[in-house]
């Protein structure tokens, strides 16, 4: 049966009991007194919108590749400015034991498909011996039994699959490249490994974006999830400026584009979450407004570069009303009732 606790992201309340939900089973799961501790000093600092911090990140997004198989529409690795690649086991083991006596979890995705990484299964299994969360968003157009045997065995804590569609047709509108009568075959095959082996992880989600072309499919998609056996359904609404992308029902349509904000919100990216590309670039968040990142953990210290000037003038253009030199200062997301 489909526990549909997400909900549609763009309500507040609704994303909020989802976030709490995840950060919950993560803190119980993988808390220790240091990690609560430094939670605690985060969460303050956040509050106090202090610009340098005595706290460290909480999780994290570190990439593994940006190597993908699909060429999704608006897809911001069009925009990339910092070379297609892969982590190796060594540099991926380099950046994370930076971060992880603080982290109660790692996403191993960003601009690239993971499970097309050599090394995804072995990168998860260190990670989680680690006592960190885990977690994937994937398109699935690419698993064999191997692979899906792996992710359980793995410890992943949570999968998230992207189904924007009911059928090749609509599905392949916005997932460029991609096969839907292949994904489904996948993400059957994923949901029988984690019976078969008498797991409770992963958490499998499906998360449906939905957009103008699609919105008339969320009842094949929920009927679809339940057949197939899932554990949940994200329904959740794109964030893109093309309106003719923009769904008619006002109820899908992201509250970014429905209601602004007079003034920005903190944005707790700065604070809690930093994104780091497969060669070690640190990026205080997942949009692609950067020219150049915040530094680089292959080459210096994270502990410096999370304090640098980079990052003092980012927190800064939510404690001051000057105009800072910071791309954060211009970005509209802030200004929106939505936010993660």
Known sequence: MIKNIIGLVGLDKYYLLRQLGLYSKLFFRYGSIEKVNNLIRCEYELLRKKTRLKSMPYAVKLEVNNICNLDCQFCYRNTLNYGLGSASFENYKKMFDQLKGHLFYCAFHYLGEPLLHKDIVKI???????????????????????????????????????????????????????????????????????????????????????????????????????????????????????????????????????????????????????????????????????????????????????????????????????????PCYACKIPYGNIHG
């Open 124 to 326: 998860i299994g260190y990670v989680h011996n680690q006592n960190v969360g885990t977690y994937i968003s994937t398109n699935m157009n690419y698993l064999n039994e191997k692979i899906a045997k792996g992710l359980v065995e793995s410890g992943l804590d949570m999968l998230t699959v992207s189904i924007d569609g009911a059928n090749q047709e609509t599905y392949s509108k916005y997932r460029k490249g991609g096969d839907f009568n292949l994904l489904i075959k996948n993400l059957k095959m994923m949901v029988e490994q984690k019976k078969k082996l008498k797991s409770k992880t992963p958490f499998i989600e499906i998360q449906f974006i939905v957009f103008r072309y699609n919105e008339n499919q969320i009842g094949k998609i929920k009927k679809l999830a339940r057949e197939i056996g899932v554990d949940s359904l994200k329904i959740r609404p794109g964030i893109i400026d093309d309106v003719e992308w923009i769904p008619k029902n006002k109820k899908y349509i992201s509250r970014l584009y429905t209601k602004k904000n007079k003034t920005r919100k903190t944005c707790w990216w700065l604070w809690r979450t930093p994104t780091i590309t497969w060669n070690g670039e640190v990026y205080p968040c997942c949009r692609r407004i950067f020219k150049k990142s915040f530094g680089n953990i292959l080459k210096e210290e994270f502990q410096d570069v999370w304090n640098n000037r980079n990052y003092y003038d980012s927190r800064k253009c939510f404690s001051s009303k000057a105009n800072i030199d910071s």
